[in-house]
Every structure is written in C-alpha cells, then in structure tokens.
DNA sequence: TTAACGACAAACCAGTTGGTATGTCAATAG
DNA sequence: CTATTGACATACCAACTGGTTTGTCGTTAA
C-alpha cells in the first residue's frame, strides 16, 4: 500500500515533470536555438512522450516563452544579479561579478561554447516574436537597473565621480557584457573573453575619481 | 542576331543569376537566421527553381558559407574598415563610425529591427558548424586589426594615452559595440542605441590623455 | 551538321516536424 | 460502487524541407 502509494508519487507528478520538461527544452534552446529546438529532442531528454508535453503545454511557442519566465530569468536573477544586490563593495563587486563570468552559472566550457542564454534567445527570437521580445526587454530591464542601482551606490560612496550618468553607463555595461560573451563564444576562447573582459573593468576603472 | 544575343544574354546570366540568389538568400538569413532560412523562400525571392539553385551551390550549407564569404565580409569591409582606414583624424573617425552606425549600412529601421548580420550568424552559427565559426571569427579579427591600427595611429598623434594597450582596447570596443546593436535590437528602439553608444564614445574619449 | 555542355525548369521523394485524436489507468468525488 | 478527471502513452497525420532525378533548350566546339 505504502510503496504502491510512493510509486505512484514517483511516477506520477505532475510539477516534478513539468519542471523536466522545462530543464530540458531549456538546454535544447541554449544549444540549438528556439527554432532549431526539436521536441522529439526534448521528448527524448525527458524519457517522456509527445502527449505528455502537449499535456503540459499547449504548443511549442508556450513552452518557449515558460523557459523564458521559468528558467532563464531566475536564472539570471540568481547569478547575476543577487551577487551584485549583496556586495558591500558596489564597485568592486560590479568588477568581481564580472572576472568571475566564467566560472559563473554553468561550467566554463558551457559559457564559452554556448554563450549568455538570454542573449542568445534575445539575438535569434526579438525581431520575429514579439511575446519572446517583451520577456526578454523585461529581464534586461531589471538587470540594468540592478547595475544601475549598484553604481548610484558606489557614487554615493564617492568610489565613481559625481558627474557620471549611472543609467548611462549601466545600458553600455550591461551591453559590454553581453558583446564579451559574444565575441568569446565565436572564438570559442576564454582566453579572448578575459582579454575582453579587462577593456570592461577598465572602462569601469575610468569612473573612478582621479586623485 | 544582336537583339536575340541581347535577350539570350539578360535571360541567361549565370554570374548575375548566381549573385540574386546570394543577396536572396542573404536576405533571408539576415532576417531569419540561417537555420530559419528556407530555400523555398530563395527560390522564390528570385523567381527561380530549386533546379537552379542547386545548380549553382551544391547544398544549403555551402550556399551559406558563400553569403558569408561573398556578402557579409565584403559589406563588413565597405561599410565599417573603409571608413576607418581612410580618415585623417583616427580617433575622432572611430567615433563617427560609431555615431553614424544607425545610418550607415542599411536603412536605419533595418539595423534596429535585425541587428549586425555578423554578429547575428556567429551568435546563431559558431557552436553548431566550424565553417560558419571560422569564417566569422576571420571577419571579427580583421575587423579588430583595423580598429587596433586606428588606435595605434591616434596613439602616435597622442590623442590617446601611451600606456593603452591597443589590442585589448580594439578587442573590447569590438565587443561592445556589438553588444550595443544587439541591446537595442532587442529592445527595438533606436533611442537605446543612442543612449549605449554615448557609453561607448565615453570610455574611448576615456582613453585620452588627461590635459 | 552534330555532339557535348552549361544553365536552368519541373516533378518528385524521403525524412522530419509540430500537432492531434484516441486510449489507458489510477486517484478522487459523490 | 461508479462516474469523472488528471496525467500521461500510443499511434497517427498533414505539411514542410532539403535534396535528387530527369528533361529542355540554346550555345559552342569539332
């Protein structure tokens, strides 16, 4: 009775298998794209079955746009922008997040090979889906505005000059980032991300007062 | 004799027909990725046969490589190394090139709404095929070399510091341009570009000695 | 004059893809 | 005890897609 009930629980639970589902269409997006995603690919990942997906989603763009707001931005949320929300030291913690980009979210190789998930979806769905576009502006907003609200801080503290547009310079940090990324992924070489990496630290170098 | 020679000659061209389906499928790739790319759409763009196609590029993929060899990397040398080789003042002509982008290349609404064809095919591409990657990454370097020599000459003319390591500076500044399209590509507004590109332009002038 | 060839056209094909219709079965409500 | 429902499984399909085969026709070389 008891182990019939738990085999049962085990086999059959429906937010447990959701949420595989959505682990696995995500890892297809991220490396083959949104339309290069396949869900017999998904299918297979899940050992599930086609009436089992179409079960929990009622098509292919809805399980897409459930990656979105499921997966890939508390992603981000939970990589970058917590770190950032709970450094004492706003600048150098702006600087620390970045130098450890690689070693962030997933194995460096991951990042290296597949780049930033949200940027990817960004590049490839903005201009041709604009419920893709709105999730994906919504989770770059919110990220500029923790990189925004970190330099107001560190401008506080007197570590940036005063007369620096922090919403500014948050748009091209954050762009900064994402071209780093970008630029490293086709090279396919940390080597060139932390080259990169460094003209970005210098830049936010440059803010400082000069003594 | 001459008028039926004429007529022969516009029908069939095969350099001419060669190159509609090379900006046909350019097109196409621009706007939907490669992957998203149908060669129905080619065929139909130029109004000729899948026979015809096929005739002249032996599959997808090698139609492919030759937008990028034939189409992107030239536009990429036009548009963007030209101008800089050729302007007295390097480092205000860096800047202009960056000021200009919206303009430049296409029509403005153009680059908003799909961003860099380069940078577009090597987000898509450079994990999945290692021809497209390295057809890509060769456009990405030359690009950065003439940004570094660009950088090196205003360094002779000290409009920018000695210290300043040119080929991490062009690296980055390659990137994050990058970066900047793809932002408010995403965001389509032009008015972000704006706002990323003045980041941009600050962390260049950043470069300059302090007087 | 004719055989070969280049440049295409038309028709066709097999594999894939997103999506659907139907069936099964255990849990739960009445 | 039974009717219903949620959570899947199985089988299937129409549309599409890259690619192939075969055919046409004007030009060119021998």
Not at 7 to 14: F, K, L, Q, S
Not at 70 to 95: D, F, N, R
Not at 144 to 156: K, P
Not at 171 to 192: D, P, V
Request: glycine share 6%; net charge negative.
């Amino acid at each position: 009775m008891e182990n019939l009930e738990a085999v049962a629980r085990a086999e059959r639970n429906p937010d447990q298998t959701r949420q595989r589902i959505l682990e696995a269409a995500f890892m297809e997006m991220y490396r083959n794209g949104f339309q290069g995603m396949r869900l017999d690919e998904v299918i297979a990942a899940t050992e599930l079955t086609k009436g089992a997906l179409y079960h929990h989603f009622p098509n292919k763009r809805a399980l897409g746009y459930a990656v979105v707001d499921e997966v890939i931005i508390p992603t981000v949320e939970a990589v970058w922008l917590q770190p950032l929300k709970s450094s004492a030291e706003p600048l150098q913690g702006l600087i620390d997040v970045i130098e450890q980009m690689p070693d962030n979210e997933h194995k460096p190789p991951e990042m290296i090979r597949y780049g930033c998930p949200l940027n990817n979806l960004a590049q490839e769905m903005s201009p041709l889906d604009e419920g893709f576009r709105q999730r994906l502006d919504y989770a770059f907003r919110v990220w500029q505005d923790v990189i925004q609200q970190t330099l107001e801080r560190a401008q506080q503290k007197r570590h940036i000059r005063a007369g620096v547009n922090c919403e500014e310079v948050a748009t091209f940090i954050m762009a900064a980032m994402e071209g780093c990324i970008g630029l490293a992924k086709n090279a396919q070489s940390m080597e060139r991300l932390h080259v990169c990496n460094r003209g970005l630290i210098q830049f936010i170098r440059s803010l400082q007062p000069q003594k």
